[in-house]
T-cell receptor, first 113, second 111 residues
Framework: GAGVSQSPRYKVAKRGQDVALRCDPI?????LFWYQQALGQGPEFLTY????????KSGLPSDRFFAERPEGSVSTLKIQRTQQEDSAVYLC???????????FGSGTRLTVV | KQEVTQIPAALSVPEGENLVLNCSFTDSAIYNLQWFRQDPGKGLTSLLLIQSSQREQTSGRLNASLDKSSGRSTLYIAASQPGDSATYLC??????????FGSGTQLTVLP
């Protein structure tokens, strides 16, 4: 597609439920980021991929968060045993190469009840 | 640690005014700086990308400049319109892998 596609657009999860958020980057884009944006706050870094390699996962808030990009294209962010503080918009961004500028998806709004 | 600061935090102007949004950064090792707008509840829309070798970029009513020596970038919006109302973010890409986001300027253009 022409842009970065994220699904689902909205997700409501009961506390303790596992969720999986999908990011479909622009075809051929090597770099991929995940960011978490709480209400009224700026985006916070979660993790970075270069192709299939997860080069930086220092922003993942706990071991309940896991991200993968097995074939270097689609990426999935998984959150296990969701908690209320996980409620946020999860943004994905991709770039052809580092330094080329990034395209962001529309985000997935996760609400944990 | 890279810090990106945006001034002002909020701005309200009448329609038709020209305005300037400011972004400053502390790390001179810059790859590029990108300006985005974010509408409430939406993702980030890229406005302008300035590579480290460039001094400015223009798109329609928007002009962004980059001064690496002073660690500053400005976004100039000409003849503002109510549809320009949004939060504007400058995003720094440098030697660290992470993108560094500014705190944002919330712009309201009054009809």
């Amino acid at each position: 597609g022409a842009g970065v596609s994220q699904s689902p657009r909205y997700k409501v999860a009961k506390r303790g439920q596992d969720v999986a958020l999908r990011c479909d980057p622009i075809s051929g884009h090597v770099s991929l980021f995940w960011y978490q944006q709480a209400l009224g706050q700026g985006p916070e870094f979660l993790t970075y991929f270069q192709n299939e390699a997860q080069l930086d996962k220092s922003g993942l808030p706990s071991d309940r968060f896991f991200a993968e990009r097995p074939e270097g294209s689609v990426s999935t962010l998984k959150i296990q045993r969701t908690q209320q503080e996980d409620s946020a918009v999860y943004l994905c961004a991709s770039s052809l190469v580092r330094g080329n500028g990034y395209t962001f998806g529309s985000g997935t709004r996760l609400t944990v009840v | 640690k890279q810090e990106v600061t945006q001034i002002p935090a909020a701005l309200s102007v009448p329609e038709g005014e020209n305005l300037v949004l400011n972004c400053s950064f502390t790390d001179s090792a810059i790859y590029n700086l990108q300006w985005f707008r974010q509408d409430p509840g939406k993702g980030l829309t890229s406005l302008l990308l300035i590579q480290s070798s460039q001094r400015e970029q223009t798109s329609g009513r928007l002009n962004a400049s980059l001064d690496k020596s002073s660690g500053r970038s400005t976004l100039y919006i000409a003849a503002s319109q109510p549809g320009d109302s949004a939060t504007y973010l400058c995003v720094f890409s440098g030697s660290a892998r992470q993108l560094t986001f500014g705190s944002g300027t919330q712009l309201t253009v009054l009809p």
